[in-house]
C-alpha cells in the first residue's frame, strides 16, 4: 500500500491537510516540520520561494511578499465585492490586469513579478505533492481536492487549473461538506439496511472563513446528500477580527498607540487573539493578553473573559442560526427524523457555537469525528474509491447542486420561448439531460445561474456554440439533441451535440454499416464500462438514471399543455418541455403506423465549441512553464544553501577538534594548526561576507580545499589510534599460535596418537613463522611508541592486517589439520556388521515389556560396538 500514489487535500484558507490511503486505513500525513497541518502561505525572496510553514514562520519580517488568504480570491475579478472586501485585510500589493483578473505582486529574485491566484494556489499544490512523495516514497499522480460546497463553476474551474499547473491528475473535486460526510458514514457499521428508513445526520462545518452545513441521509453501503447552506462570509477570522478591534480601541485609550496604523504590529495582535480565543474555549475565567514591544518599544497587555467575547459576537452567531435554519428547511424533514449532529472545522469548538446548534436541533453534539482532518480524510477515501490501484470498500455517493442552472436561446420561430432552468435547486450530481432542439443552422446556449449567488454576483457560467447545424433534404428545421451535465466537479458542460436525420441509405453506405456494425458493437460495449482511472466522472455517470430528454419544438407546445403542465423533472412546469423516449424512434406512428415502412434514424456528431471560465489553453501552458522553472530554481537554490551550510558545518568541526588536546591538536605541529585555524577563520569571515550569495560550486571548491588540509590530519589521528588495536590482536594471534605449538610439541614427544599425525617438518615451519612475526612486531612496536603523534606513523593498518594475514594462512592449515582415518580391514569390518545386527535383534526382542532390565554383561562386544 505505501507505493500508491492516491491522496486527498483539504485546501482551506489558513492550512491544509493531506490524507493518505495506507494498509492500515486512512491517515493524516506530517510535513517536514512533522505537523499534520501545512499553513496557506507562499512567501517570496531574493532567492527562492518559501512555502508552507516557513512561509508563514517569516511573514511578520516579509509581509509585502508573504501571500496568504488567495483562496477567497479565486475564480473572481478584481472588481468582484468580496475581492475588494478581502484586498482590505490583506497587506500585498493586488492590481487590476488588462482583462479584468487579479494580479498579485511580489519581490522575487530581485525583480517584480505579478501572479495570478491560481499561480499561487498551485505553488502551494506543489509543496502538498513534494510533502507527499516524501513520505509515500513515490511520485503522486492522482488526488481528490476538497472544494466549498457553495463554490460557483468559475471557482471550481480555477481551483482545477491550479492543480493542473502544479502537474496534479485531479480525480474530482469533492465538496467538504459531502467528504466529511463520506468519512463518518465509511466506517459505520450499524447503517440502516437500503429496504429501511434512512439515517439522517447533520454537519456542521465551522472553519477559519466560512460556515457550512448539510443534512445527509445514510444507508448501508451509501450516502444521499439532502440539503446544504452555507454562509460565505462567516468564519473564525471574524471572531478575531472584533476581538482585535476591541484591543485597538483599548490600546489607543490606554497607551495612545494606533495599532492599525502599524500593519506588523496588528499581524501581532491578530496572532495573539487568535490564541486567546482558543483558551477561551477551555476556559471561562478571565484570561491576559500581553505582547512585549508592541509599537515604539511598548509593553501592552490585556484581557478578556468568554462571556465578553460571546456578547460581542451575538449577532455572529445569529447568523449561524438563520444558516442551520435555512438547510433545514430545505431538507424537508422534521426534528424526529434527525438522528446525530456532528461538528467539524477548526471554529467548532467555540462553546457558544455548540450551544446555539445543540438549541437549534435540539440534539446534544456529537463529535465522533476528527474536526480538523476528517475533509483530508473524507478526500483520500474517494480518491481510493477512484482509482484503480486500491481496493476500498463500496460506498455509494450521491451530491446535489447548491445553484440552478438554467439555459437560453435565441428562439428559431416567434412565440418559442428562449430560456429553461435545467437543474434545479439542490439537484442530484453527476446528471446529464437531453434537450431537443430544432434549428436549420448554427445555434447559441447561454448558461447561467437561475439566481446569483449571494457571495457571486457574476450569475453567466458559459457560453456554448452548436456548429455545423444544416436544415433537412426537404428544406425544413432539422432535429438536434444536446446532452448537458453536471459532472463529479459540479461543473456544468455542453457534453455533446448530434443532428438527427432521416433518409434512406445508398448501396455504398449499406455496405460500409455492415462491415462496421461488429466494431461498432464492441465499442458500445467499452463505452458501458468506462475505465474507472481514467474517467471517473463517467463512470459515476454509468450507474446514474438515463438522461431524460426535453424537446423545445414549438410545434408541439399545445399537446404539451393538454399534459396539465407537467413538465421534466427539475424544468419549470411552466417551460414548454416534453419528455421523449431514450431510444430513438421515428415519429410518424398512427394507426397506420405498424403498416408503414420505418425509416432509418442516424445520427452525426455536431462540434460544440465553449467559451466558459477558467485561463485559456495557451496561459495554462504558460503558467506550467513558469510553475517547471521556479521549481527548477528553487531545487538549485537549496542545493546551494545545501553546499554553504555543508562548509560551514566542516568549517565550525574541524575548528573545534583543533582546540582540542584529546582530538586532532595533539596530531599536528603548533605551527601548523595556527595557520589552519587562521584560514579556518578567513573562511568564516569571507562566509558572513562577500562569499554570503556565491554559488554552489564556489562552496564545494572551498570545502575541497579545506579538506585537503584537514583530511590528512583525521587519517593520521585514526592511524595512530588504530595501530595500536591492530598491534593488541596481532600479539594476542603470536602468543595463540606459540601456546598450541608448543602444546602440539609436547604431545608428540610423550608419544600421543592423536597428534602424531603432525610431522616435524610442520612444527618447524611454524615456529619459524612465529619468530619472524615476533622480530617483525617487536620491531615495529618500538617503532611507533618512539614516534611523535605529529609525524607520519611509521606502519598502517592495513600493513598490520595484512601480517596478520599472512601469519593465519601458515598457522591455519597446520594448526586445524586433521587425524586421518584408519582404514579397518574387511573380516573385521563384516563381523563388526554382523555383530551391530545381532544387537539391533537382541534389543528388537527386549521392546516386547518380558524383560524391562536385560542383562547387559551377556554382551560385551555389543555395548562396546554401540558406544
Known sequence: MAAMSVIGIDFGNESCYVGVARAGGIETITNDYSLRSTPSYVAFSRKNRILGVAARNQMVTNMKNT????????????????????????????????????????????????????????????????????????????????????????????????????????????????????????????LPAPDAPPRNVVFVDFGYASLQVSICAFHKGKLKMLASAADSQLGGRDIDAILAEHFCKDFQTRYNIDTRANPRAYLRLLGEVEKLKKQMSANSTNLPLNIECFIDEKDVHGSMKRADMEQMCVHLFQRVVHTLRQCFKDSKLALNDIHSVELAGGSSRIPALKKVVQDVFGHTISTTLNQDEAVA??????????????????????????????????????????????????????????LTFYRSSSFTLTASYTTPPTHYRQSRIGVFVIRNVKPTPEGESSKVKVKVRVNLNGIFTVASAVLVEKRELTQQEKEDE??????????????????????????????????PEVSMDKTRRNSDADDGGRGTKGCAPSYSTRLLSWIISTEDKGDEGKSKKKVPVHTIDLPVESYACGLPQHELNAALEKECQMIAEDRQEKERVDARNALEEYVYDLRSKLLAEDQLAAYITEADNEALCRMLRETEDWLYEEGEDCQRQVYSECLTRLKSKGEPIKEKQQEFENNSRALEELDEALNLGIVRINFIKGARERNDEEYAHFTEEEIKKAQKTIQEMRSWFDEKSILLANTARTQEPPITVAEIRAKEQALDSVLLPILNKTKPKVEVPKEEKSKDNKTAEDQKNDQNSQGDGNDPQPNQQQHPEEKMDVE
Open 67 to 190: 501571500i496568504y488568504g488567495f483562496k477567497r480570491l479565486l475564480g473572481r475579478k478584481y472588481n468582484d465585492s468580496q475581492v475588494q472586501q478581502e484586498l482590505q485585510m490583506l497587506p500585498f500589493k493586488v492590481t487590476q490586469q488588462t482583462d479584468g483578473n487579479i494580479g498579485i505582486h511580489v519581490q522575487y529574485l530581485g525583480e517584480e513579478h505579478i501572479f495570478s491566484p491560481e499561480q499561487i494556489t498551485a505553488m502551494l499544490f506543489t509543496k502538498l505533492k513534494d510533502v507527499s512523495e516524501v513520505v509515500l516514497r513515490t511520485v503522486v499522480n492522482d488526488c481528490v481536492i476538497s472544494v466549498p460546497s457553495y463554490y460557483t463553476q468559475s471557482e471550481r474551474l480555477a481551483l482545477l487549473d491550479a492543480a493542473r499547473i502544479a502537474n496534479l491528475n485531479v480525480l474530482r473535486l469533492f465538496n467538504e461538506t459531502t467528504a466529511t460526510a463520506l468519512c463518518y458514514g465509511i466506517y459505520k457499521r450499524d
Open 377 to 434: 480524510r473524507g478526500c483520500a477515501l474517494q480518491c481510493a474509491m477512484l482509482s484503480p490501484a486500491v481496493r476500498v470498500r463500496e460506498f455509494a455517493v450521491t451530491d446535489i447542486q447548491p445553484y440552478p442552472v438554467k439555459l437560453t436561446w435565441d428562439a428559431a420561430t416567434p412565440g418559442e420561448e428562449g430560456e429553461m432552468e435545467v437543474f434545479g435547486y439542490n439537484h442530484p450530481i453527476p446528471y446529464s439531460k437531453i
Open 514 to 547: 455492415e462491415k462496421q456494425q461488429q466494431p461498432q458493437q464492441n465499442k458500445m460495449d467499452v463505452e458501458q464500462q468506462p475505465d474507472k482511472k481514467d474517467k471517473p466522472d463517467q463512470e459515476a455517470q454509468a450507474n446514474e438514471p438515463p438522461a
